[in-house]
C-alpha cells in the first residue's frame, strides 16, 4: 500500500472521515461569493422598500443577512481558510450585472423586479441554510466548529426563509393580480 503524501495528509484534518482543507477552502469562498451577493441584493431591496410594510419586514432580515456574511468570514478566520478577493468580486460584479436585466422598463422599476429580487434573495438564503447545515455535520469532525453558533446561523437562515417566502407570494399576488386585471383577464 503506498502511503499518502506529506502534503495530501497535511490537507486533511485528523477525524474519522477527515476534512479535506482545499476543498472546504473552495467551498466556503464560494459561499461567500453568494453571500457578497446576498447581502448587495438584500441592502438594495430594503433601500428601494424604505417606509412600506415590505420594506419594515426586509429592512431587519437584509442587516441579519450581512452579519451572516460577516459570521462566514468569521467562521473562515477560525479555519484558517484565505478569502479569495476575486470570487468576492464575482459575487459583487454579479449582483450588480442582475440589475441589468430586460424588465420591460427603462429607467423605472418593473412591478416585477421585487418578486424577482424576493425570488433570489429567497434562493440565496436557502444556500447559506445549506451551508450552515454542512458546516454543522463537519463540527462533529472539527473542533474548531462551534455547533451552537452554526445552530443559531441555520434557526437565523430558515426564518429569514420564511419571511422572504411570505412577502414574494404576497408581491406575486399582487403584481400578478394587477397585471391580469390590466390585461382584460386570464
Not at 116 to 135: N, Y
Not at 173 to 182: D, Y
Amino acid at each position: 500500500m503506498n502511503a499518502p503524501s506529506p502534503s495530501a495528509t497535511s490537507a486533511r484534518r485528523s477525524g474519522a472521515r477527515g476534512i479535506d482543507a482545499r476543498l472546504l477552502g473552495i467551498y466556503l469562498n464560494d459561499h461567500l461569493a453568494g453571500a457578497t451577493a446576498g447581502t448587495l441584493r438584500a441592502g438594495h431591496l430594503a433601500r428601494t422598500s424604505r417606509g412600506s410594510a415590505l420594506g419594515r419586514a426586509v429592512g431587519p432580515v437584509a442587516m441579519e443577512i450581512a452579519q451572516d456574511r460577516a459570521a462566514l468570514l468569521g467562521i473562515m478566520r477560525d479555519l484558517g481558510v484565505p478569502v479569495r478577493r476575486y470570487k468576492v468580486c464575482a459575487g459583487w460584479a454579479g449582483e450588480r450585472l442582475g440589475r441589468l436585466k430586460g424588465n420591460g422598463r427603462l429607467i423605472r422599476r418593473s412591478p416585477l423586479t421585487t418578486v424577482l429580487e424576493l425570488e433570489a434573495l429567497r434562493l440565496g438564503v436557502e444556500g447559506k441554510a445549506a451551508g450552515w447545515q454542512t458546516l454543522r455535520r463537519l463540527s462533529a469532525v472539527d473542533q474548531r466548529l462551534d455547533p451552537a453558533r452554526l445552530d443559531t446561523l441555520l434557526e437565523r437562515a430558515r426564518r429569514q426563509q420564511n419571511t422572504l417566502e411570505e412577502w414574494r407570494i404576497r408581491e406575486a399576488e399582487t403584481v400578478l393580480g394587477a397585471m391580469q386585471n390590466q390585461t382584460g383577464g386570464a
